[in-house]
């Protein structure tokens, strides 16, 4: 098990990689007693992540009305790991059961509800997203790599 204070080294070096490398922007640390440690969550500077059923419906709905929808960036959750650190998946669905699927700050639930037949794809930003996080792991030389992990099954992605 992580000390505390390595805990909070690796939130830190994680915060200050997405704010001053990736430029991201209202970059929190969460705590909640149900984790095993704290979270991230943040805006990046773009959107990091499409589902592959959500990349079909903009794309129905971009020809339908004849031009580009823009993919603003949604607020995302991120893990802060240490390489040297063994999860289980136990550990995993822990953080997942403790969790919602849009941190806090980051949802339009009001605008989903008010989705029509030919919005569909805006019910991704809401109902229809499933948890994931942006797992980032640490290295000893601070270097931090990021890598999705989902909540369940997700379809691939088509290229």
């Not at 991120?78 to 849009?102: C, G, M, N, R, T």
Request: aromatic content about 8%.
């Amino acid at each position: 098990m992580a000390s505390l204070d390595h805990i909070e080294a690796l939130t830190k070096v994680v915060l200050n990689n997405l704010e001053y490398q990736h430029d991201w922007t209202r970059v929190q640390q969460h705590i909640q007693h149900t984790l095993p440690r704290p979270l991230i969550y943040g805006l990046p500077p773009k959107r990091l992540y499409v589902h592959p059923d959500e990349q079909i419906d903009i794309i129905k709905a971009e020809k339908e009305c004849g031009e580009s929808i823009p993919q603003e960036p949604e607020v995302e959750w991120v893990l802060p790991l240490h390489l040297s650190e063994k999860w289980s998946p136990a550990q995993f669905a822990a953080v997942f059961d403790a969790i919602e699927a849009i941190p806090p700050g980051g949802g339009d639930l009001d605008a989903a509800d008010e989705v029509g037949e030919e919005e569909q794809w805006r019910l991704w930003r809401g109902p229809k997203r499933g948890k994931r996080i942006l797992l980032a792991t640490v290295q000893d030389d601070s270097t931090v790599t990021y890598y999705w992990i989902f909540d369940g099954l997700v379809k691939p992605r088509q290229n």
